[in-house]
DNA sequence: GCATAAATGCGAACTGGTCGCAATCGCAAA
DNA sequence: TTTGCGATTGCGACCAGTTCGCATTTATGC
């Protein structure tokens, strides 16, 4: 956390109360928020916070490498600490959704590499299928 | 394309000059379109077509299982027939999108099939990384 | 031909997200 | 501790992509 403001003003930018606010709420998060989610939350620690200086945070934070954005199927995208990003499985059916260890995607990661020089990142978009429940 | 309007006939639906002229296009479309694309290319041949009825169509025809849409990154679904439904990878750098040939993900299918029960749609959303070009 | 349910055109609405702008606020230097 | 400057914010308007309700039209089975 402090860690993250100390980058964040290396950068140039400055420690507002609403940067501090998404910062711990991400911190205190067990798992993907939406924007929404995280204004709410962040609003019920400094109102008047705006989306947009949600996103807007979500945004610099992003490219400071602090945080991550999933895309869960339909609807919005999700936020998480980036060390503790990872894919995701989506049934199409019931709509549940799974975490995978990276190591499933080892074996394909190597692959295309080898084949097409193409380096994956498996956690941005989420993958879809049947879970075992509805096949 | 008279076994897919036969085939919507089958389920109570009608072989309008909309429907038809969508169908034309995607059969000779050698691609994904995305809906906006199709629009345009029905609306060539029959004026007056609105949008939302493209969009009807498509889910239509998807609920039939003829066209399959897919996610390529930021921007738009693409939609094709479903036969020739493939996955995608997209280089978040340069934009460039490559096709993936099925084969790639038999490994992936297969254990997460095995470990979670899960069967993946490698089809639906494109997968990000970085490119040859870009690395 | 006719009835009737399916499909359409239209515009308005909705979701998720971005932008321009004037006002505000953090912070480093004095 | 004050000050100046640029980073950040709130706000509302806007945007893209898509969906919806509704009155009207149209393809089909009889």
Redesign the interface.
Known sequence: MDQVLALVREQGGRATASRRALLEILFDADGHMSAEDLATAVQSRVPEVHMSTVYRNLDDLEELGVVTHT?MGHGPSTYVLSPYAHAH?I??QCGAT?E?PDA??A??SR??RA????????H?????????AC?
Chains 1, 2 share one sequence.
């Open positions: 895309h499985f049934c199409k799974f995978a499933l995607f074996g394909l692959s295309v084949k097409m020089g193409f380096t994956i990142d498996p941005h978009f989420a993958i879809l299928g049947t879970c075992a096949s």
